[in-house]
T-cell receptor, first 118, second 111 residues
């Protein structure tokens, strides 16, 4: 069974379009994350949700809007896509970041979604 | 947050032990050392973490010096599948803190 899954795996679209990436985890975790890895391979956190509530919101353009319908799902919607949005987007999950403790930093990552904006 | 320093790249022969160092000389008492790796085209994978005692699991061993200013991740019998970028991250276990991935060490395991 896949612990953290993302769809789609690849996404090619044109500038100005709106697209969504979906993430699901079956680990029973309370906290989920979105990370962006750019062409230089730097991996940076974008958002974190704990039990459907936004906990971490890094300096990300408003065009990016995460949505968590339940604690097992965290989707990422991107409006008006730009060339600079091309990257690999990773979803991850962990035990509750609210509860703290070292296990909250044992994060389990999905396989990534490679987004290419042309 | 404590800063970590890792060599940019290392080589290891298949079947030999891979010892990946990490310097975290400004680590504070409540900060843990975490190791992750990222195999090409995959998501990062949690390996191990420790506070001050040495730790071992099915993937690796973590040796933390007594003064906690440095640590070493040991892959006892490296395989070709261990070729990856290895990240050493120091975090306190309080608050809504995020993992910050640096540039890591690119380990190449060769036959």
């Amino acid at each position: 069974d896949t612990a953290v899954s993302q769809t789609p795996k690849y996404l090619v679209t044109q500038m100005g379009n709106d697209k969504s990436i979906k993430c699901e985890q079956n680990l029973g975790h309370d906290t989920m994350y979105w990370y962006k890895q750019d062409s230089k391979k730097f991996l940076k956190i974008m958002f974190s949700y704990n039990n459907k509530e936004l906990i971490i919101n890094e300096t990300v353009p408003n065009r990016f809007s995460p949505k968590s319908p339940d604690k097992a799902h965290l989707n990422l919607h991107i409006n008006s896509l730009e060339l600079g949005d091309s990257a690999v987007y990773f979803c991850a999950s962990s035990h509750s970041i609210i509860a703290g403790g070292p296990s909250s930093y044992e994060q389990y990552f999905g396989p990534g979604t490679r987004l290419t904006v042309t | 947050d404590a800063k970590t320093t890792q060599p940019p790249s290392m080589d290891c022969a298949e079947g030999r032990a891979a010892n990946l160092p990490c310097n975290h000389s400004t680590i504070s008492g409540n900060e843990y050392v975490y190791w992750y790796r990222q195999i090409h085209s995959q998501g990062p994978q949690y390996i191990i973490h420790g506070l001050k005692n040495n730790e071992t699991n099915e993937m690796a061993s973590l040796i933390i010096t007594e003064d906690r200013k440095s640590s070493t991740l040991i892959l006892p019998h490296a395989t070709l599948r261990d070729t990856a970028v290895y990240y050493c991250i120091v975090r306190a276990n309080t608050g809504f803190q995020k993992l910050v991935f640096g540039t890591g060490t690119r380990l190449l395991v060769s036959p």
